[in-house]
């Protein structure tokens, strides 16, 4: 099994006010993936947003997503596809859907088949090619901010568990309003970083995946960030997603285990084998013990708390 690499790390901005005036409010190691090293989300003293600082530099941000990571989302159908469809629809019913980060096309081809004029953007190129050749699908491999979007174009934008990993988010942002027709929308997914699941969990809390979400949103941040780029609020929605609290519970008894051993997770998990272990393990609990947790996650997306959270918003005309 191949080792991971060691990344450069740089310091970076405050992405949301351009500032260098962060505390660290939590660290970590790659539970996921095992690449080597210890991560820290600082939180910006100015306007609160949180982000990974020192973060990868661009050149090395191919090696935190090792090949398998990318493979699960070609070989597995979400299962999540229907209900995101029947989500969309309530906001725009028809017309051309640019999904942004569309992994191996599996909702853009069911989107299409419900009557949509459906395009694509995806980073990774065999996910890309699976979307082009076994759906025949409009996906252009590369980051957003190389895309060629044209302007006024889409009436819906949606972005489900990207927009956390993004370096440039706000440059993004406003690539996409430009994109969007007037009356458009945008939206946009991201883990809830604010959530009472959060502060209870710290660093085991699953929806870190540290070093890939550069990202730690609020949904008072992500809100003013879209404000910023020019979009008008429209809703936000607190998700119930119960596999994730299972999931956080399982990483808290394994680090557990490992601090009374003495065995550092990065030094266990350094290699692409462990990978595939926990996908699996995250493919059993989503499919087998998220039930007997739904009414805890469904009283925390009440209490507007969820560990997730799904923001629309508009580009007024």
């Not at 019913?93 to 640019?98: A, C, D, E, N, V």
């Not at 805890?296 to 923001?311: D, G």
């Given at each position: 099994m191949g080792q991971f690499e060691r990344i450069d790390l740089k310091e970076v901005?405050?992405?949301?006010?351009?500032?260098?005036?962060?505390?660290?409010?939590?660290?970590?190691?790659d539970y996921l993936c095992g690449v080597p090293g210890i991560f820290s989300i600082q939180k910006c003293?100015?306007?609160g947003m949180c982000y990974l600082n020192?973060?990868?530099?661009?050149?090395?941000?191919?090696?935190?997503?090792?090949?398998i990571y990318h493979e699960g989302f070609i070989n597995q159908q979400p299962f999540w596809i229907k209900e995101r469809l029947a989500f969309i629809k309530t906001i725009s019913p028809g017309g051309r859907l640019l999904e942004v980060g569309c992994a191996a096309g599996h909702f853009l081809a069911r989107a299409g088949d419900a009557g949509y004029e459906v395009f694509g953007v995806e980073l990774d190129a065999a996910a890309g090619e699976y979307a082009r050749s076994n759906y025949n699908?409009?996906?252009?491999?590369?980051?957003?901010?190389?895309?060629?979007?044209?302007?006024?174009?889409?009436?819906?934008?949606?972005?489900?568990?990207?927009?956390?990993?993004?370096?440039?988010p706000v440059s993004?942002?406003?690539?996409?309003?430009?994109?969007?027709?007037g009356g458009g929308h945008i939206v946009i997914r991201v883990p809830n970083f604010s959530s009472r699941e959060a502060r209870l969990f710290k660093e085991n809390?699953?929806?870190?995946?540290?070093?890939?979400?550069?990202?730690?949103?609020?949904?008072?941040?992500?809100?003013?960030?879209?404000?910023?780029?020019?979009?008008?609020?429209v809703k936000i929605i607190y998700e119930v997603e119960p596999e994730i609290l299972v999931l956080s519970v399982i990483r808290y008894i394994y680090n557990m285990l490992d601090k009374k051993t003495g065995t550092?997770?990065?030094?266990?998990?350094?290699?692409?084998?462990?990978?595939?272990?926990?996908?699996?393990?995250?493919?059993?609990?989503?499919?087998?013990?998220?039930?007997?947790?739904?009414?805890?996650?469904?009283?925390?997306?009440?209490?507007?708390?969820s560990n997730m959270i799904t923001v629309v918003a508009r580009k007024m005309t």
């Amino acid at each position: 099994m191949g080792q991971f690499e060691r990344i450069d790390l740089k310091e970076v901005a405050c992405p949301l006010c351009g500032l260098h005036d962060g505390e660290i409010v939590l660290s970590a190691e790659d539970y996921l993936c095992g690449v080597p090293g210890i991560f820290s989300i600082q939180k910006c003293k100015a306007c609160g947003m949180c982000y990974l600082n020192p973060a990868p530099r661009a050149e090395d941000l191919y090696k935190i997503y090792p090949h398998i990571y990318h493979e699960g989302f070609i070989n597995q159908q979400p299962f999540w596809i229907k209900e995101r469809l029947a989500f969309i629809k309530t906001i725009s019913p028809g017309g051309r859907l640019l999904e942004v980060g569309c992994a191996a096309g599996h909702f853009l081809a069911r989107a299409g088949d419900a009557g949509y004029e459906v395009f694509g953007v995806e980073l990774d190129a065999a996910a890309g090619e699976y979307a082009r050749s076994n759906y025949n699908l409009n996906v252009e491999t590369g980051s957003v901010m190389e895309a060629e979007l044209p302007d006024s174009f889409f009436n819906l934008i949606v972005l489900f568990d990207v927009f956390e990993h993004l370096t440039e988010p706000v440059s993004c942002l406003k690539k996409l309003i430009a994109a969007l027709a007037g009356g458009g929308h945008i939206v946009i997914r991201v883990p809830n970083f604010s959530s009472r699941e959060a502060r209870l969990f710290k660093e085991n809390w699953y929806p870190l995946d540290l070093p890939r979400h550069l990202l730690h949103f609020s949904p008072g941040t992500l809100l003013r960030m879209l404000s910023g780029a020019g979009f008008s609020f429209v809703k936000i929605i607190y998700e119930v997603e119960p596999e994730i609290l299972v999931l956080s519970v399982i990483r808290y008894i394994y680090n557990m285990l490992d601090k009374k051993t003495g065995t550092s997770l990065a030094n266990k998990t350094g290699d692409s084998g462990h990978v595939t272990r926990r996908l699996r393990l995250k493919q059993f609990v989503t499919k087998s013990l998220a039930i007997p947790f739904f009414i805890p996650a469904k009283a925390l997306s009440l209490l507007k708390s969820s560990n997730m959270i799904t923001v629309v918003a508009r580009k007024m005309t």
